[in-house]
């Protein structure tokens, strides 16, 4: 015996606010075939259609709703008015992304401009930070969107010293540097462009100096270094950048001593 019947939130018959597509309906369900009654759970995967999705409307199908909650635990605020289950997704940070209100910027407002727009050269230009290049640009604060092995790299194909303060580079040597920035990530995002089969665990499959110290810089086949900290390493060539200088490294000082 069957009968064709809407499943929870799988489409409601008139939304024009609609703000996500539905992906997938898991239900799990038990029968009480005394009382006449189906008890269980409904998973809904949805991905938002809009950014910003701060309040989800679905079909409840005129179900009791007791609980609404996201996958990974943590209760959600609903109302439900037997036709209507209406789900608060409040600021839950969820998969990479923020669903934040209209307006609200919420962990985008701490953000420097983004490094490929071109503010960043103003940025470098005539800058009073003392802060080492290498620090600069994977501060998220003062540029977005560089982290430690893009700045390896930046670093590497702009030929400078990733112990560079603004201060002590050329204005040929800022420009080389945004140019490389620019070139850098460009390639970087060409390159994610056409990845399939999803993220690996470690990113920097593709890196050209990153994380291969003790391998041959692809410019000069002269060793990369690297200068290790607590949490991270700088790798670099010291013939490309640092006129052949080898940066002291605190972990290796160690053991020589
Ligand atoms: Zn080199």
């Known amino acids: ?30 029968l009480d075939v005394d009382a006449r009654r189906i008890e269980g759970t409904c998973a809904t995967t949805v991905t938002p259609i809009l950014d910003g ?32 289950l209406q789900i608060d997704l409040g600021r839950e940070r969820k998969v ?8 609200d910027e919420g962990p985008l407002a701490r953000l420097g401009p983004d490094a490929l727009s071109a503010e960043l050269a103003v940025l470098l230009h005539g800058s009073d930070d003392a802060r080492r290049v290498h620090t600069i640009l994977r ?8 982290g ?10 702009a030929r400078l010293s990733p112990y560079a303060t603004p201060a002590s580079l050329s204005p040929e ?6 140019a490389s920035v620019r070139e850098v990530l460009e390639e970087a995002l060409e390159i994610e462009r056409r990845r399939t089969g999803g993220l690996p665990t470690k990113l920097g499959d593709h890196f050209a100096a990153h994380g291969r110290w003790g ?12 200068v290790s900290y607590e949490a991270y390493e700088v790798t670099y060539c010291p013939s490309c ?17």
């Open 96 to 103: 990479g992304w923020w669903v934040l209100a209209d307006g």
């Open 139 to 146: 501060d998220q604060r003062t540029v977005a969107g560089i």
């Open 53 to 84: 999705v701060r309040r989800l409307t679905l079909d409840a199908v005129e179900l009791d709703v007791h609980e609404v909650a996201l996958a990974g635990g943590g209760a959600l605020e609903f109302r439900h008015d037997g036709k209507r």
């Open 215 to 226: 391998q041959p810089c692809p410019r000069c086949r002269g060793d990369l270094r690297r």
């Open 1 to 30: 015996m069957s009968r064709p019947f809407p499943l929870p939130g799988a489409r409601a018959r008139y939304a024009p606010d609609r703000v996500v597509d539905v992906e997938h309906i898991k239900l799990d369900l038990r």
């Open 148 to 157: 430690r092995g893009y700045a390896d790299d930046v670093l590497h194909r």
């Open 173 to 178: 040597q800022l420009e080389t540097l945004s």
């Open 241 to 257: 950048q640092t006129g052949g200088k080898v940066l002291a490294d605190r972990r290796l000082s160690r053991i020589v001593r």
